[in-house]
């Protein structure tokens, strides 16, 4: 049996599996499991259906620019909350186990588990993919500082007040009197 | 509406460790503690603002010093506990909002997935019902027989330091936006038991700095930006010269005007920052165009109070500033601009805290003849309702084609959608200025809408991760309707939103600009004798 045959089998079990271990990354994942509403629950489908559509390149092996979009989606997220930068990136890379751990449940399929060397070699490709986009995300984040910082709100926390201003000039002009 | 226990909620968690994140999050709640690290901490109260509010009358601001919420060592006041507990049986003594809050919450789960914390960080602790069982464990601990005579069985639990940094790591990961409340059946307002925790973090010396210098200075020179009397004016001044150059037409506001009919308030952030200053712009171009009889107050020179979200006496005294000034000018009653908790304390708390005043009218407005019967008690009348009413009688003329760049969407401002019901008027407004603009899905507008994440004073650029993640629930409903329908503006009617809502969107859906509302009817409005240029961008067009 064709490798990419057998998983296109497996798609939903494999898919479910991971949309699993990357929503129990969170400490209270169930809402995130169960919601459907897109606008609901932002996290949980945004992830699910970004995952969905990255495994469903990889069976199609498509081009690595068509996964920049389906990775924005989950990458973005992950990349302003409460993760190490490893932790943001782990599903990607887990989702080499989560192969494995499907196929190695059915006996026919075990012999496969020694065909995963291309799959493996573009789920890292993804991975890599991730990362860079992980990157360009941090660096939106401290660009929007930076752009606040510049716009002047800052002012808020250092405002000079004009009559302390005053009485320290006042303080000089008389010790220098 | 999920129905769900809170023990339950808080343990649905990994059958077993994720292999390549390795967390485990196993504990119960109340044993996980709070950890301080850079970027989900706001920075904390400068010693010498505090030390300044301190000093004023009938404010206090004790415990002032330098402290790092990383350290271990908080530098508590020796006798710390004592002062919580007196001030929480203080405050269930005063306010019997929170001593009902406090006992008739049946943790049905109704408001654990409509935070946007919650929904942005899924943590147990950013769920409402949860947050608020912070005080409510200590609550039941203390001031209930069973909790003090079975503790944690019933609920209770200690007051120990660790509690302490845990109240302030999560009263500050909640914006008082009160979309909880709306699906509470029992109507707890949560966002009081946050302002109830950020008071008695303060009794400590606890709070944070961007919350407590705009308020020093908007207690010192009347506005959060420190602005003096001449800068203010100045500020105002630059922006006629702007709308000169834009439009022909010359804008001539007075300052401090005595027996002027209107005295106009609005967020300091609207003279001085952009992309306030367009929303600006339009509230001046207007007036001008009816030929309005009012004035600003540099005094009263901001309409936001962030006494809201420190305590009780301070929202009073910055809130009291604005009738005093009223009373100076004599004005008959006040017009206020797009701004987001001001109207929270305007409809909720200014009536019983400075009100009611008996000395100004019903306002009227001079060019329909309708009186805002609504604002009978606070006198005084949102910028949006004023603006529909004069849509409807035909008193100004508007051109949508001037708008012809925008494709909008309305984001309803928390306070003033939830606070004061103002929900159609703005879409009103939108109808007659702009020719396109849609709505977000429906659960995620009018009374339902979903928060900027940054509001509360939570606007600093040191928690930015934080505001992202809490802002995904509104972007994410941006972008659909950007992708959608091609939405290329986000209109709204609060200045934090205008602030911080364009960096919400420079993070997720970068092809959307903020606008005010009164900077599109700035755009569209018609008035004789202009020699307007071709303003492709509207106000925001550079010539």
Redesign the interface.
């Known amino acids: 049996m064709e490798l990419i045959e057998t998983l296109s089998n497996k798609k939903k079990e494999i898919l479910s599996l991971w949309i699993e271990?990357t929503l129990?990354?969170?400490?209270?994942?169930?809402?995130?499991k169960?919601?459907k509403?897109?606008?609901?629950?932002?996290?949980g489908v945004?992830i699910a259906s970004g995952l969905a559509n990255l495994l469903e390149l990889l069976l199609r092996k498509e081009e690595l620019q068509a996964y920049r979009k389906p990775l924005d989606q989950v990458v973005?997220?992950r990349a302003?909350?409460?993760?190490s930068p490893?932790?943001a990136m782990?599903?990607f890379?887990?989702l080499k186990?989560v192969v494995k751990q499907v196929l190695s449940g059915d006996k026919k399929m075990q012999p496969l588990l020694g065909m995963l060397d291309t799959l493996d070699c573009e789920i890292d490709r993804m991975a890599l993919m991730a990362f860079d986009i992980f990157s360009e995300?941090r660096e939106?984040?401290?660009?929007?500082?930076i752009?606040?910082?510049k716009?002047?709100?800052?002012?808020?926390?250092d405002?000079?007040?004009?009559s302390a201003m005053m009485r320290e000039e006042m303080k000089g002009i008389s010790k220098n009197t | 509406m999920?129905v769900?226990k809170v023990d339950?909620?808080?343990r649905?968690?990994?059958e077993g460790p994720?292999?390549?994140?390795g967390?485990i999050?196993t504990k119960d709640w109340m044993d996980?503690p709070a950890v301080f690290k850079p970027g989900?901490y706001a920075y904390p109260t400068k010693p010498e603002k505090l030390r300044y509010l301190d000093s004023q009358k009938g404010l206090s601001f004790p415990n002032a010093r330098e402290w790092n919420p990383e350290d271990d060592d908080w530098k508590l006041p020796e006798n710390w506990k004592e002062i919580i507990l007196k001030g929480l049986a203080d405050r269930l003594d005063r306010f019997r909002s929170l001593k009902i809050f406090m006992d008739c919450c049946v943790r049905c789960g109704a408001c654990?997935?409509k935070c946007h914390f919650?929904?942005?960080?899924?943590?147990?602790k950013n769920?409402p019902v949860l947050r608020a069982e912070l005080l409510r464990s200590v609550y039941r601990q203390e001031f209930t027989r069973a909790g003090k005579i079975l503790g944690k069985l019933a609920g209770g639990r200690e007051m120990t330091v660790g509690v302490l940094k845990e109240w302030f790591m999560y009263a500050y990961q909640c914006t008082e936006c009160r979309r909880c409340s709306v699906f509470c059946p029992y109507g707890i307002d949560t966002a009081e038991i946050t302002m109830m925790l950020r008071e008695l973090l303060h009794l400590v010396g606890i709070g944070i700095?961007?919350a407590m210098?705009?308020a020093s200075?908007s207690n010192?020179?009347g506005n959060?930006?420190?602005?003096?009397p001449q800068a203010f004016k100045g500020n105002v001044e630059f922006l006629c010269d702007d709308i000169e150059t834009l439009t022909g037409i010359r804008v001539n506001p007075t300052f401090n005007r005595k027996g002027a009919e209107i005295l106009f308030v609005t967020p300091s952030?609207d003279v001085?920052?952009?992309p306030g200053i367009f929303t600006c712009m339009g509230y001046l171009l207007l007036f001008e165009a009816i030929g309005l009889d009012y004035t600003w107050s540099t005094y009263a020179s901001e309409g936001g109070n962030f006494g809201l979200f420190t305590n009780t006496e301070l929202m009073k005294k910055l809130n009291g500033k604005i009738y005093a000034e009223a009373k100076r000018l004599g004005v008959k009653w006040i017009l206020g601009g797009e701004c987001g908790h001001m109207w929270r304390v305007l409809h909720q708390y200014m009536d019983t805290m400075n009100g009611p005043t008996d000395f100004m009218d019903i306002p009227r407005s001079p060019i329909t003849g309708t009186i805002f019967e609504n604002a009978r008690s606070t006198k005084m009348v949102h910028i949006s309702e004023f603006t529909a009413d004069l849509i409807k009688h035909g008193k100004i003329k508007l051109d949508k084609s001037r708008n012809a760049h925008v494709k909008a969407t309305f984001h309803d401002s928390c306070n003033p959608a939830r606070a004061m019901g103002l929900l159609d008027e703005p879409r009103y407004i939108l109808d007659n200025v702009v020719e396109n603009w849609v709505e977000?899905?429906e659960?995620?507008i009018r009374e339902k809408t979903f928060c900027c994440g940054s509001g509360t004073a939570l606007?600093?650029?040191?928690i930015?991760?934080i505001r992202?993640?809490s802002g995904?629930?509104r972007a994410?409903?941006v972008k659909?309707v950007h992708e959608k329908h091609g939405v290329n503006t986000l209109g709204c009617v609060c200045a934090i939103d205008r602030?911080t809502l364009t960096?919400l969107m420079?993070?997720?859906v970068p092809d959307v600009q903020v606008a005010g509302l009164s900077e599109l009817v700035g755009n569209a409005l018609v008035i004789e004798g202009e020699q307007r240029q071709e303003l492709t961008e509207g106000l925001r067009t550079l010539v």
């Open positions: 271990r129990d990354s969170y400490a209270a994942p169930g809402f995130f169960s919601s509403d897109p606008f609901a629950n932002p996290v945004n973005r997220i302003v909350q409460d993760f490893s932790q782990a599903p890379l887990e186990w995300c939106q984040l401290y660009r929007n500082r752009r606040e910082l716009s002047g709100s800052a002012i808020l926390t405002a000079v007040c004009p | 999920a769900v339950k909620l808080a649905s968690v990994a994720s292999l390549m994140t967390s999050p996980v989900n654990a997935d919650f929904l942005g960080t899924g943590d147990p769920m700095n961007w210098e705009p200075n010192r020179t959060h930006m420190g602005l003096t952030a001085f920052a952009e977000m899905p659960n995620t606007n600093t650029d040191e930015m991760e992202m993640r995904l629930p994410n409903a659909h602030a960096s420079n993070y997720w």
